[in-house]
């Protein structure tokens, strides 16, 4: 009977263990459970219309550097702004600009638009000449220097003849030029300055060279970009090496047109080149292939021995350019002929004493 007693004690007791332990088991199911439906990433709603990043780009009209006389007023060349969304928001964009056109500097204007602040910069220059108004005149004149060749006398090297200048005395001409604070305008400029629109310096000069001789090349060039002086080589194109357009890109030379194939006899007129023989067309036709071969140069030009025209000057004016020179020895002045212009020879032996009051 006891024995009986006891097996059902334990069969109890067994039996609330196993019920506390499903009981366990099942308080830390729902325990987990809980937890991770409670624990769940939410999702989260993105509007990614909203969310998506706008950007903006500004467009300037006209060329990034802008060059003003002084006393020139500055006119916008033109902008527009537009976002990734393609929307218009031109109007929104905020110009600043610290532009003083009495003083000759260089001077930024700032564009700026859109929440990236987006910034473009427009470059301006006011030049030292002055923009004539109301009836104003300019009583300076400009000297326009014609140098040929170059020889190293420190190499014994030697002059061949009056054409040739010894190159430590041209260097010591660009050094008295640069002491002396000289001003070397662009061709616009002289162009400009011949039509009486404008007032160079006083102390103005325009360096230029003639031919392409090799003497150029090895020895005037690398003095001209020592001391970051402009010059023109005027090129005669049937001789001349295209590949020297990319060489000299960002050197101070600047080459133009000794015509292609006219710098040779066959004329009657001055010193015979055939230029002055030629009829308007052909002339034409010739300074066109030149200024092809010089990358689109127009600029100005030296008529081949310094002979000129009505013809030369009519085929000069329908190529196109601004300016053009002869050889007559003399400076360039306001109100003359800007397809007849003087140079001022530069020769063997001219001391800086000489050169000076060639200036």
Request: proline share 3%.
């Amino acid at each position: 009977m006891e024995n009986g007693e006891k097996k059902n004690r334990y069969l109890k007791t067994g039996i609330i263990i196993i019920f506390c332990l499903l009981l366990l088991l099942l308080l830390i199911f729902n325990f987990f459970i809980y937890h991770l439906i409670n624990n769940k990433p939410k999702e989260v709603s993105v509007n990614l219309e909203n969310k998506e990043k706008i950007t903006t780009d500004i467009v300037l009209s006209g060329d990034n550097i802008t060059y003003l006389y002084r006393n020139q007023e500055y006119k916008e060349p033109g902008f527009s702004a537009i976002n990734s969304k393609n929307q218009d928001i031109t109007s929104n964009v905020k110009v600043e600009s610290n532009i003083d056109i009495n003083t000759p500097g260089e001077y930024e204007v700032k564009y700026s638009v859109g929440e990236e602040n987006k910034v473009k910069i427009r470059k301006v220059i006011v030049r030292k000449s002055k923009l004539l108004k109301n009836g104003e005149k300019s009583n300076n004149s400009l000297p326009v220097l014609m140098y040929h060749y170059f020889y190293d006398r420190k190499k014994g090297e030697i002059g061949k003849n009056a054409n040739w200048m010894e190159i430590s005395k041209f260097e010591e001409q660009l050094k008295y030029l640069l002491d002396n604070d000289y001003y070397f305008p662009s061709w616009k400029e002289v162009e400009d300055f011949v039509e009486q629109k404008i007032d160079l310096p006083k102390k103005s000069v325009v360096i230029t060279m003639d031919d392409g001789n090799k003497s150029i090349y090895k020895l005037a060039i690398p003095l001209l970009d020592k001391y970051k002086v402009p010059a023109t080589a005027f090129i005669i194109t049937k001789k001349f090496n295209t590949k020297n357009l990319r060489k000299y890109k960002n050197s101070t030379i600047n080459f133009e047109s000794h015509t292609d194939n006219m710098h040779r006899a066959g004329g009657n007129i001055g010193h015979g080149g055939i230029f002055t023989a030629l009829s308007v067309n052909e002339g034409t036709k010739d300074l066109k292939t030149s200024i092809e071969k010089l990358g689109g140069n127009s600029n100005a030009l030296a008529y081949p021995y310094g002979d000129v025209t009505d013809t030369t000057i009519k085929a000069a004016k329908n190529a196109g350019f601004r300016v053009a020179f002869t050889t007559e020895n003399s400076k360039v002045k306001p109100g003359m002929n800007k397809y007849r212009l003087p140079r001022v020879r530069m020769s063997v032996g001219v001391s800086i004493k000489s050169f000076k009051r060639f200036l």
